[in-house]
């Protein structure tokens, strides 16, 4: 065995987080280019950060039962409960047999059409933008996908609590970073009114949430959506049903783990595509087979379209990173790995090390050809996790991608304003730092 280097920033203890809170990408990638794949860097408490595919597939399959959640998803709780992304063991066992059913591919096919009755009318609306001034391509995009998410979650929502969702989700999420990030402000929070703030939030979307799971078990409808599959699914073991408090945490973590991810893989996507005349024209030639918006079995016939969603997730991969904790005292790749330690896992740095792709940084679909793609180690490219805790959305958010994408670049040029610049902003997603704004033609 040998010691894992260390990465380490002056003297002073508090210098590294501050550089990691004031811009973590540029901080982590000055380690892996001192340290190699693998190092550790003490913050307020030490992780073990990696890129490396090896480290991915011992954490995430070979040994996942020597892993928990734990500490690195402690300051969701608050608001996800004991829902999927959160839960360890058993109880995330039972969880996941419940909930899996609801990802299958009828109840997919069926969820789909929602999806694209909403995205047509998204495309009407946006209409009216087309030759104005530009638009705020994040806002938009979250306003599709959590409509999407609300609908096929919870049926019709008035337009009022839609949109006061939108600005909690968005508050609640710097709320939780700052937290996180910056605990030096944890005094002022309490303070300055954001505690309580986070707190009423938090309150409303609770009562929201709550009023749903009542109303439909008082008035006796059973319809085709996602809520309606957490209030019927039973364990088949034990003929036992969730109760209101667990539907809550599973629907609420399945708003929040599946509406923000798609818009910001689709805002980043939308920005590349307006620098890639030719991309835009591949997709186009594809977007021949629908007229507005493509349905379920088409999907299948626009294979590029495909391919640019997946190099999208790898330059720009939403869910930029995953924590584990180790249960055990064990080995990976020749390094110690005492338990109690937090392994940091760069999905980003992952997508974007040089040793495992060709010209890394650069957007090129054609990494996603069916041959590269049958011939790349699985390890290499993981947008949606990899192992028994893999995304269970992940049929759901490509084929959401794939519609919007495809029915947006088949109706609108989008262009950019000249010298805009956008940086990435890595918040529980990978956001950008000023917003991406393209014009609508
Ligand atoms: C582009 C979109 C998405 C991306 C990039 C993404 C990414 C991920 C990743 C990386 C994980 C694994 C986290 C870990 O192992 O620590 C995960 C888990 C999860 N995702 Fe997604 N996701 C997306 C969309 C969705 C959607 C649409 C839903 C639900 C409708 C969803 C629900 C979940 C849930 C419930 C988990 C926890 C699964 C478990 O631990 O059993 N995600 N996602």
């Not at 929602?114 to 995205?119: I, N, Q, R």
């Not at 929040?256 to 590349?272: I, K, N, Q, V, Y």
């Amino acid at each position: 065995m040998h010691a894992i280097p260390e990465f380490k920033i002056g003297r002073v203890p508090l210098f590294a987080p501050i550089r990691f809170a004031r811009d973590p990408l540029r901080f982590l990638r000055q380690g892996f280019d001192e340290c190699g794949d693998t190092f550790k860097i003490r913050l307020f408490r030490e992780f073990i950060v990696t890129r490396d595919p090896a480290f991915f597939r011992h954490v995430l399959q070979q040994h996942h039962k020597n892993f928990k959640k734990g500490n690195s998803v402690k300051m969701l709780r608050p608001v996800l409960g004991n829902g999927l992304v959160i839960s360890d063991g058993d109880f995330w066992l039972r969880q996941r047999r419940l909930v899996q059913p609801a990802f299958h591919r009828e109840r997919l096919q069926e969820l789909y059409l929602t999806m694209g009755d909403l995205t047509a009318a998204f495309l009407d609306e946006l209409e009216s933008f087309r030759g104005k001034a530009a638009i705020d391509v994040d806002a938009k995009m979250m306003g599709i996908t959590s409509d999407i998410a609300l609908k096929t979650l919870f049926g019709n929502m008035n337009t009022e609590d839609k949109e006061q969702i939108y600005k909690q989700v968005s508050r609640t999420q710097t709320y939780l970073v700052t937290r996180v990030r910056k605990p030096y402000r944890l005094p002022l929070m309490a303070i300055n009114g954001e505690d309580r703030r986070f707190k009423s939030d938090l309150t409303y979307f609770n009562s929201l949430v709550y009023d749903f799971i009542r109303k439909r078990r008082l008035s006796g409808e059973t319809p085709n959506d996602l809520l309606q599959l957490l209030l019927d699914s039973t364990d088949e073991e034990t003929g036992e049903q969730m109760n209101d408090e667990q539907i809550r945490d599973e629907a609420i973590t399945m708003f929040a783990a599946g509406h923000e991810t798609s818009a910001t893989g689709l805002s980043w996507l939308l920005w590349e595509l307006s620098a890639q005349p030719e991309i835009v024209a591949r997709i186009r030639a594809e977007a021949n087979v629908f007229e507005k918006t493509p349905g379920f079995e088409q999907l299948i016939q626009m294979p590029y379209t495909r391919q640019v969603v997946e190099e999208g997730l790898r330059l720009y991969p939403p869910a930029w990173t995953m924590t584990r904790e180790s249960t055990v005292d064990q080995e990976i790749e020749g390094y110690p790995i005492p338990k109690g330690s937090s392994v940091f896992m760069s999905i980003f740095e992952l997508h974007r090390n040089p040793s495992l792709w060709d010209n890394p940084y650069a957007f090129n679909p054609e990494n996603f050809q069916a041959d590269t793609v049958k011939n790349r180690a699985k390890f290499n490219y993981l947008p949606f996790g990899a192992g028994p805790r893999i995304c269970i959305g992940q049929q759901f958010a490509l084929m959401e991608m794939q519609l919007v994408l495809a029915a947006l670049v088949k109706r609108f040029d989008f262009v950019r304003e000249p010298g805009y610049l956008v940086g990435l902003h890595p918040q529980i997603v990978l956001k950008s730092t000023n917003g991406i704004k393209l014009y609508l033609r």
